[in-house]
């Protein structure tokens, strides 16, 4: 019978490495060995066909020879690229996959790690002036401490816990499915590795009490929303004297009811009269570091934008501090009495008359944009 090409077999190209080969004899290996395929003669000649494949061109000199000379190169072998007759079904198969399920199931042969603890988190609301400023802040957080009569053993005082007969103090026990060993939690111990015949009184076997416990915060200046502090060992208790967790720091800024900030850049409304908006003028405008003056052109409308350059917040990061931007917004007198009103219709009569858009090129740009729309919709 005519043999198949080794690397079609594998399903991989003559360039594959030997970490491709492996690879796809593991994949292939998994698919086809009888230990899945119990009774299948079609499996069983399959996976001597991949196991005679992967032996050959996982060995530098044949895989050379089999590359210049293809089969015939070990055609008086009397065994094919093998080198050994018959076919034995689990044939270093647990050597097969060790490497890969030893990854996912421990191997059956580690112990039980002691766990890190978690890390937590604790959101921290700030002003925009205490993000700006840096502050220290205390915070209250919830914990778990060793439990101080027990000493975090989990057994009353006199007494030490006993190791769990059934998983021998590994937390684990191996079952066997199929042709390879899967590890679990022994239910026995709860993966614990110990059982507590006499519990502790005042943590009742757990070997933790809840606690509070109060922390000072250095925030430092520049913070924003989504910025994080790290104060390490600070998080949740490890298991079995193992490092405890991290507690992170996140800031959140509160609603300012003047700034608006974005990155290092601050924005603020300035409301103006339209007199003012009109002819012109000077206001104060409030920064971090204080009053300002702002002039204000003629004829500004309302949306303008104002930069200071340098009034806006330096960042945490240091570099240069972000800017103010100060938007106008043009204010429509109200509460009016008859004199001010008086002088309002006689002003508005003074623009009758004027040329066209003169005095409103805005309003005249829209307006002449409306005429042209419902021109546009006649001609339908």
């Given at each position: 019978?005519?043999?198949?090409?080794?690397?079609?077999?594998?399903?991989?190209?003559?360039?594959?490495?030997?970490?491709?080969?492996?690879?796809?004899?593991?994949?292939?290996?998994?698919?086809?060995?009888?230990?899945?395929?119990?009774?299948?003669?079609?499996?069983?000649?399959?996976?001597?066909?991949?196991?005679?494949?992967?032996?050959?061109?996982?060995?530098?000199?044949?895989?050379?020879?089999?590359?210049?000379?293809?089969?015939?190169?070990?055609?008086?072998?009397?065994?094919?690229?093998?080198?050994?007759?018959?076919?034995?079904?689990?044939?270093?198969?647990?050597?097969?996959?060790?490497?890969?399920?030893?990854?996912?199931?421990?191997?059956?042969?580690?112990?039980?790690?002691?766990?890190?603890?978690?890390?937590?988190?604790?959101?921290?609301?700030?002003?925009?002036?205490?993000?700006?400023?840096?502050?220290?802040?205390?915070?209250?957080?919830?914990?778990?401490?060793?439990?101080?009569?027990?000493?975090?053993?989990?057994?009353?005082?006199?007494?030490?816990?006993?190791?769990?007969?059934?998983?021998?103090?590994?937390?684990?026990?191996?079952?066997?499915?199929?042709?390879?060993?899967?590890?679990?939690?022994?239910?026995?111990?709860?993966?614990?590795?110990?059982?507590?015949?006499?519990?502790?009184?005042?943590?009742?076997?757990?070997?933790?009490?809840?606690?509070?416990?109060?922390?000072?915060v250095k925030i430092p200046a520049g913070v924003n929303t989504g910025?994080?502090?790290?104060?390490?060992?600070?998080?949740?208790?490890?298991?079995?004297?193992?490092?405890?967790?991290?507690?992170?720091?996140?800031?959140?800024?509160?609603?300012?009811?003047?700034?608006?900030?974005?990155?290092?850049?601050?924005?603020?409304?300035?409301?103006?009269?339209?007199?003012?908006?009109?002819?012109?003028?000077?206001?104060?405008?409030?920064?971090?570091?204080?009053?300002?003056?702002?002039?204000?052109?003629?004829?500004?409308?309302?949306?303008?934008?104002?930069?200071?350059?340098?009034?806006?917040?330096?960042?945490?990061?240091?570099?240069?501090?972000?800017?103010?931007?100060?938007?106008?917004?043009?204010?429509?007198?109200?509460?009016?009495?008859?004199?001010?009103?008086?002088?309002?219709?006689?002003?508005?009569?003074?623009?009758?008359?004027?040329?066209?858009?003169?005095?409103?090129?805005?309003?005249?740009?829209?307006?002449?944009?409306?005429?042209?729309?419902?021109?546009?919709?006649?001609?339908?």
């Amino acid at each position: 019978m005519v043999k198949r090409d080794y690397y079609e077999i594998l399903g991989i190209t003559q360039s594959a490495d030997e970490r491709e080969i492996k690879k796809a004899y593991k994949r292939l290996a998994m698919k086809f060995h009888p230990d899945r395929n119990s009774g299948d003669k079609d499996s069983e000649a399959r996976f001597k066909e991949i196991k005679e494949a992967y032996e050959v061109l996982t060995n530098t000199q044949k895989r050379k020879a089999y590359d210049q000379y293809g089969h015939a190169a070990f055609e008086h072998s009397g065994s094919g690229g093998s080198g050994q007759g018959g076919f034995s079904s689990n044939a270093d198969f647990s050597d097969i996959f060790g490497d890969v399920f030893g990854d996912i199931f421990g191997g059956g042969r580690r112990q039980q790690r002691a766990t890190r603890g978690s890390d937590f988190q604790y959101n921290l609301e700030l002003s925009l002036e205490e993000a700006v400023r840096g502050v220290s802040k205390e915070i209250h957080i919830p914990t778990m401490e060793d439990c101080v009569k027990c000493h975090g053993s989990g057994a009353r005082a006199g007494t030490k816990p006993k190791t769990c007969s059934t998983c021998h103090g590994a937390g684990q026990v191996q079952i066997r499915q199929g042709f390879f060993t899967v590890q679990q939690v022994c239910s026995y111990c709860q993966g614990r590795g110990v059982i507590i015949k006499d519990p502790c009184q005042v943590c009742g076997a757990k070997g933790r009490v809840s606690k509070s416990k109060t922390l000072s915060v250095k925030i430092p200046a520049g913070v924003n929303t989504g910025d994080r502090i790290r104060l390490s060992g600070e998080g949740e208790l490890g298991e079995k004297g193992s490092r405890a967790g991290d507690l992170y720091v996140e800031i959140q800024m509160l609603k300012h009811h003047i700034f608006e900030r974005e990155e290092n850049n601050l924005y603020c409304e300035v409301p103006i009269n339209f007199i003012m908006a009109a002819l012109g003028g000077e206001i104060e405008v409030p920064t971090l570091d204080g009053r300002v003056s702002l002039k204000v052109p003629p004829e500004t409308q309302t949306g303008k934008l104002f930069r200071m350059r340098g009034k806006g917040v330096r960042s945490v990061h240091g570099g240069a501090a972000g800017d103010l931007l100060c938007r106008i917004v043009v204010e429509t007198p109200v509460n009016l009495n008859e004199d001010q009103k008086m002088i309002l219709r006689a002003l508005n009569d003074s623009f009758v008359g004027s040329s066209e858009g003169r005095h409103g090129p805005r309003s005249k740009t829209f307006f002449d944009g409306v005429r042209q729309f419902f021109d546009d919709l006649r001609r339908y």
